[in-house]
């Protein structure tokens, strides 16, 4: 084996070359780490939305709670039932909610307005949905024009942040008095506020968009649905809720991860020809060295062996610097409009070790195919001619 | 020999570096030319505007409607020239569950005023107009669903309940981008007999034209204070500014996608810079040579930039002969045919053909002044001297 000094040291004489084939590699690297990223963000924030015990009601063919309406009546026979989860009071943990969009004043564009979700909520919200809790304030007191709103979206538009006031009906202003975090689901894209304020503010008086409940455990669902759906007056339909939501995240996910990959591919294609041009012109200028390491005996497998190694490491340390500054990224918040509900939802990148991996892995590939054929050439050179040579 | 004969000498001494070199500007003016028609697909519609077309909406939420006597309000006012009042239906066809497309319900009556870039023939158009069932379709919707002139279609919707029963009179062609031309429209008092009471004669929105020499900004906000006294207040944008606001809830992803193709530049620069200091540094005993036989060192120069936009130009040239049939009649057929929701129009722009060549000749230029000022500086003797 040749020792790895030589390979270091050969790196460290061509600096400029080395650091421009590592870059090239670690831009890849980065855009491509950042776009898995971002999927598994959306996928974290719509997956993680909603339990896994959890059952949501919607009018049938309606798709989404935005174009949902449900009589206010029929909550109560859905919450009847043996298969809903109850308090220790008794009480059913479940509750209809209204789900409404309003346009709001992004800070930072000039008049821009964009969708956000307003979702009028029962009293026993903070039983029905345990993952959510107050992290900054007070909760909304029932009954009264007061409003929660989500981390993700604090500070992001015009008047929602703690103190300050969303007109949701001219004349009646919901004043935020609390700010609340949910595990990183979309709810934290969320204003919540009471359900009668959001149904009168809306004209939405006697309906309510969805209604959500708590089973008894998630083997419950088969029977719950049975029931919802049987009477086929209801017009209901029932899901599991955690695929309600992981099916709003579906298209968008898919869009972000295609458009990912197929940057990436093209992108890895560029830097595998950086990588190959400079390894070739290292084997090229490096001829005499390798006729010498041949006549002292080193194997052609050994000099293969050797810039393949070579190419590993830049390689390497491209997919590193790479990945380092990707990880930067976890401090952008990227806003999106969700496909399935008109509205903005804020979503993080999101490191996790399987991308990383990933990206190191591609970055590999990218040394080791395009230093494959420089390294082939190498280990051909005749010891002789090469020593002879310019 | 003259120099620009020189350097294009030059390039061919290491064909391989060369090839490759060009492969790598290929693939990077491939994927900068897909990424800017990706960014302009998406944006074209609010490029392609009626500028005296204004969409007036419920200042709250889209979710809420406004009352019919909006309609008429905006109708009298004396710098809206004519107006027509819409409502969303969500419509879907059962047998194509995933395919998302607008189905709006519209006052027939005044529909072709307001839009009079949609073109249809005058008797599908009096058909349209007699027939209570009559739906209006957009040409590129028939095509993706393959529906016939004369069929009925039965589409349900997201938001009411039931079957609703068209008959498709009439086709249009939407003579402007800023037009869906993937549209249903049917008449609005079908869809106001089968809603209930409480959101009986509510309409969704109002677009209206603004009379000749009246502006669409100032008509904008004189209908939004005319309305700012009443219970309910609307918010109203000029198409351009309407499209806008929708184009910004995508903002981040289209920034994203910016500053993925000034990546891609950069890789591009990477390559081209290497080859072209590689090139120079092997080639310096004969910079030398030519110095010492006269040339002065702005003849090294031009000979390396020379050599530099000649590598941009081929890279250039041959990335959009490879780009303009691989989108225009490979993905974006596909794309406009199964995505013509979100990309109507998929097509390699000639702004975007000709900023992607100059572009590529330009990094080019610019990533050998390194290597070009390393020849200028070139000292003659120790260059001779230096064993290569």
Redesign the interface.
Known sequence: MIPIAYNLGSLGVRR??TA??V??IA??V??LAGALMLTAGIRRTLGSTGRADGALVI??????E??S?IDQASVGLILEGPEVRRSEKGAALGSGEVV????LE?IG?KG????VN?RGVADNVWLVRPEAHIVDGVPAKAGTDEAVIGARIRGRFKGVELGQSL????GRPARIVGVFEAGGSSFESEIWADVDTVRT???R?GLVSSTTVQLLSMGSFDAFKARIEHDKNL?LEAMRESIYYEKQSENLAKF?GV?GWL?SA??S???M??A???M??SVS?REREIGTLRALGFSRRSVLASFMLEACLVSLLGGAVGCAASLALGVVR????NFAT?S?IVFVFEPTARILVIAMVSAVAMGVLGGFLPAVRAARLRPVEAMRG? | MSIPGLAARNLLRNKLRSFLTVSGVTVGVLAFVLLRTVIWAWTAQSEDTAVDRIVTRHKVTFVMELPMSHFDEIRSMKEVRCATYQNWFGGKDPSHDQEFFATIACDEKTLFDVYDDMETPPDQKKAFLEDKQGALVGEKLMQRLGWKLGQTVVLQSQIYPGDWEFHIVGVYKALRKAVDPAQVFFHWDMLNERRPARIKDHIGWIVSRVAPGASAARTSLAIDEHFDALDVQTLSQDEHAFQQSFLAMFSAVLTALDTVSLVILGIMMLILGNTLAMGVRERTGEYAVLRAIGFLPRHMVALVVAEAAALGFVGGAVGLAVAFPLINLGMGRYIEENFGGMFPFFRVTPSAAIVAMALSIALAVVASVPPALAAYRLRVVDALRRVA
């Open positions: 400029r070359t421009t084939a870059l090239g831009l890849v980065f855009v009018r049938k063919g309606s798709d989404a935005l174009s309406n409404v969009v309003t346009a992004k564009t821009g307005v964009s969708n307003v007109e949701l009906r001219k503010a809306f004209g008086e017009g972000i458009l940057i093209f992108f294609i560029g830097a020809i950086g190959m041009i400079t070739y012109a200028s990227f806003s999106m409009i008109w903005e310019e």
